[in-house]
């Protein structure tokens, strides 16, 4: 049989050649139910980004409706406490709905309506991606649909109410470990099924092309942001910007624009959960720690998964962290060294919580408290004339339920900042 | 040992490997065979089959729990192609198990267990390269999947990159049974007959010996799964074999070859 292709699918193509690719990361591995709808996004969203109508649509939104630009705040009593680098903290949790997740969610939301998508689904773990695209379906009358572990429904019920107030159908999914990735599944099936009607929101920088380009684009405007802020504070860029990594949105957005500045290092944070075994964390770069690259979820990238290729269940305290793969962009960032991953254990994760609320009062929420943690290793070990950046991506309120499980705030008053 | 439909319409059965155990998926497989079944399709359970219905979700889930892995399924495979020489063999695996095993040593594994064929279900033909490539040093069929909602420059390039049988998705959505055959399916056939000679084999939401019947109108053969596999979860494992190869012949029946 010969195998002869056409000129837009080139069988013999390296595989570096296929789009989406981040280095040999990324890529397009759906159902081939899945490719038509891949291929109209792809093009609707390349229209999008030359139409300047959509982004002055778009900007507009961000500054009237989200609240943007966030504030870069130098966070002087946590730096004092420390005795290190200055701290400058990017605040998106003060974005409305309470996380950076609605740059993407409006991002992408408008781009739903310019293809005349009338129904949107949605996965979601901590629940903010599900509340911030339950909220641009009700700013733009669009019908809801929300994926969300059992598990993540169970610990991040504040989410769940308020996704089910604007209007948003929450739909359990109890598969798996019933966390962020059973999510993804169900939102894709539910997607192979509905795929004429239906724009499926992904909430971070995961999945096939064009999603991982297309939701750093959305975000990106935390780099550009603050790279004009710390110049403006300072007059140079920051030694470390410190995000933490699920997926990997928020830290590949606060990262973009510094990617070509050699002399900004970018330190991704993991969730280390509460042990090192596969199954207990969410560390896909930890060395020895069972991520090895594969292909989950319509993408390749490091997969926490047994020597089978079977992927593994993980664990965080924190929902939003809590998943087995890791955008591809972020891939290629560690294997090329120019971004280094480290991890914050669920204990060090609910201490930095403390350490910020009474320092400066700001609770993060637990995803964002995995930056916080690393940054109180790192500060100390920098010399006081040095910038550390750290991306708190959200706010807390929606954790409070695991804080106040998890947390001896009995004598709080009592206790002492420590670091 | 080509894979060749010789009754009208061929039956493909899909078996989800490790569920309830991997002897009574090969003893199924024979039982499948001499009941009328043409190619089997082995299953290699995954922690995350995406594309599936709740039916194979929950076969690939207990059989995951069992610890199946792809190799294991080869030694399946290979005893099977021992047991009865003449029938089609395909891998049928999602991406990752092959990816971890490594695509060259994986191809080369399936060749020495007596594939005929491989179908990867988060493969398109876009990404092949080195899959086909495999598939070709080692002389196997890599089958891709065509879906209703395909356009005509991506059927052309799956039935060309396809051998021994195209498979033709019956409709928009996962792995499951249905009352009756979507009509994207006849139109999608049709279309994929433009573009190649081989054997176009209908799946998804096939489950009855009448939608066999309909699919002999304008398919060359059908698939078979989640039927199947339902069956195989509500009975015991001693007498699973003898169920499948009753429920093929029953598929069998009306058709050619009864």
């Keep these: 049989m010969s195998s002869t292709a056409i000129p837009t699918i080139t069988s013999a193509a390296p595989v570096s050649a296929t789009p989406g690719r981040f280095g040999i990361y990324g890529g397009r591995y759906v159902p081939e139910t899945l490719m038509a709808a891949l291929l109209e996004l792809d093009h609707a969203y390349e229209l999008a980004q030359a139409d300047a109508a959509f982004h002055a649509e778009l900007d507009g939104l961000l500054k009237d409706y989200v609240g943007r630009p966030t504030p870069l705040y130098f966070a002087k009593r946590l730096t004092e406490t420390l005795g290190g680098a200055k701290i400058y903290l990017k605040r998106e949790d003060l974005l409305h709905t309470g996380a950076h997740k609605i740059n993407n969610a409006l991002g992408q939301a408008l781009l739903a309506r310019r293809m005349g998508k009338q129904r949107i689904i949605a996965e979601t773990g901590a629940g903010q991606h599900g509340v911030a695209t339950a909220t641009v379906c009700a700013l733009f009358g669009l019908e809801c649909v929300v994926y969300m572990g059992e598990e993540d429904m169970r610990r991040q019920e504040l989410n769940v109410f308020r996704m089910r107030l604007l209007g948003a159908e929450v739909r359990g999914v109890a598969s798996g470990s019933a966390t962020l990735k059973d999510a993804i599944n169900e939102a894709m099936r539910d997607w192979v099924t509905n795929v004429r009607t239906t724009f499926y929101i992904l909430g971070s920088a995961l999945g096939s092309h064009p999603y991982p380009t297309m939701v750093r684009d959305f975000h990106r405007v935390i780099s550009k942001e603050s790279k004009r802020q710390i110049l403006e504070h300072e007059g140079r860029l920051p030694d470390a910007i410190v995000a933490c990594v699920g997926g990997g949105s928020n830290a590949i957005g606060a990262f973009y624009e510094y990617i070509p500045e050699p002399n900004v290092a970018l330190i991704g944070v993991e969730a280390g959960g509460r042990g090192t075994a596969l199954g207990e964390h969410a560390a896909r770069f930890q060395k020895n720690g069972g991520g090895i690259p594969g292909v989950l979820q319509g993408t390749y990238s490091y997969v926490l998964q047994d020597d089978a290729g079977q992927v593994a269940t993980t664990h965080s305290v924190s929902a939003g962290l809590d998943y087995a793969s890791v955008g591809p962009e972020h891939a290629m960032l560690h294997d090329s060294g120019r971004a280094t991953y480290t991890s914050a254990t669920d204990a060090e994760a609910l201490n930095a919580v403390s350490v910020l609320s009474r320092t400066e009062g700001i609770i993060p929420a637990l995803e964002s408290a995995h930056a916080v943690a690393e940054a109180l290793k790192l500060a100390p070990k920098m010399g006081k004339d040095k910038i550390l950046m750290v991306n708190v991506s959200g706010r807390g309120d929606k954790d409070i339920g695991i804080m106040t499980r998890e947390m001896n705030l009995s004598g709080a008053a009592a206790q002492k900042v420590s670091a | ?258």
């Design chain 2, 1 to 258: 040992m080509p894979i060749t439909f010789p009754n009208k319409p061929g039956l493909v059965i899909y078996l989800t490997a490790g569920d309830p155990d991997l002897g009574t998926t090969r003893d199924m497989a024979i039982a499948a065979i001499d009941n009328g079944a043409d190619v089997i399709e082995l299953g290699v359970p995954f922690s995350d089959p995406l594309a599936d219905g709740p039916v194979i979700q929950r076969a690939s889930e207990r059989a995951v729990a069992k610890g199946t892995r792809l190799t294991d399924v080869l030694v399946i495979c290979k005893e099977i192609r021992a047991a009865r020489p003449q029938a089609g063999i395909i891998l049928f695996s999602y991406l990752n198990p092959v990816v971890r095993l490594g695509m060259a040593a994986f191809a080369t594994a399936a060749k020495d267990a007596g594939a005929d064929g491989v179908l990867l279900t988060d493969m398109i033909v876009e990404e092949a390269a080195e899959y086909l490539e495999a598939m070709r040093t080692n002389d196997l069929a890599p089958v891709f999947l065509a879906a209703p909602t395909s356009p005509d420059e991506r059927l052309k390039a799956i039935a060309e990159n396809s051998r021994g049988f195209v498979y033709a998705i019956s409709r928009v959505g996962i792995t499951g049974t249905q009352a009756e055959l979507a009509s994207d399916a006849e139109q999608l056939v049709k279309r994929l007959k433009q573009f190649t000679k081989l054997p176009i084999a209908l799946g998804f939401g096939i489950s009855t010996p009448a939608h066999v019947q309909t699919v002999a109108g304008f398919a060359d053969a059908a698939v078979i799964g989640s039927a199947i596999v339902g069956l195989v979860e509500k009975t015991a494992a001693a007498e699973a074999p003898r169920a499948v190869g009753d429920f093929v012949r029953s598929l069998r029946k009306g058709t050619t070859g009864a």
